[in-house]
Nanobody, 121 residues
Framework: QVQLVESGGGLVQPGGSLRLSCTASGRFFSLNYMGWYRQAPGKQRELVAGISESGSINYADSVKGRFTISRDSAKNTVPLQMNRLEPEDTAVYYC???????????????WGQGTQVTVSS
C-alpha cells in the first residue's frame, strides 16, 4: 500500500506564489510517474503537471511558464512551485502517483486526499 501526503495549500492573492509538496511512502518497487491534478467546483479533474521516473515533464497549457514541477527521487517527493497565480487556479489540488508494487506487478494509480488552493483578493 502506498500513501500520498500533500502539503502547502492555502489562500493567496492574485499574482502570488504557493509551493505544494507531495511525499509518497509505503512499500513499492518503483514510482513510475508522479503528478498533480486539480478540480475546481463544477469541473472535471484535470492534469496540472506530471513527471516520469526518467524525468520527462508535461504541463497543462494553462500553467506553462507559471508552474514548475520537480522530483526528489531519494525522498519520493514531488514539489509544485506555483507562481503568478490567478483566480482561475482556485481548486483542490491532488497528488497522483503510478506505482509498481514489485517488478512483476502492473502499475497501480494512487491519489492523495487533496489540498485546497484559493486565489482571491
Amino acid at each position: 500500500q502506498v500513501q500520498l501526503v500533500e502539503s502547502g495549500g492555502g489562500l493567496v492573492q492574485p499574482g502570488g506564489s504557493l509551493r505544494l509538496s507531495c511525499t509518497a511512502s509505503g512499500r513499492f518497487f518503483s514510482l513510475n510517474y508522479m503528478g498533480w491534478y486539480r478540480q475546481a467546483p463544477g469541473k472535471q479533474r484535470e492534469l496540472v503537471a506530471g513527471i516520469s521516473e526518467s524525468g520527462s515533464i508535461n504541463y497543462a497549457d494553462s500553467v506553462k511558464g507559471r508552474f514548475t514541477i520537480s522530483r526528489d527521487s531519494a525522498k519520493n517527493t514531488v514539489p509544485l512551485q506555483m507562481n503568478r497565480l490567478e483566480p482561475e487556479d482556485t481548486a483542490v489540488y491532488y497528488c497522483n502517483a503510478v506505482v509498481r508494487g514489485d517488478y512483476r506487478s502492473s502499475p497501480t494509480t494512487y491519489w492523495g486526499q487533496g489540498t485546497q488552493v484559493t486565489v482571491s483578493s
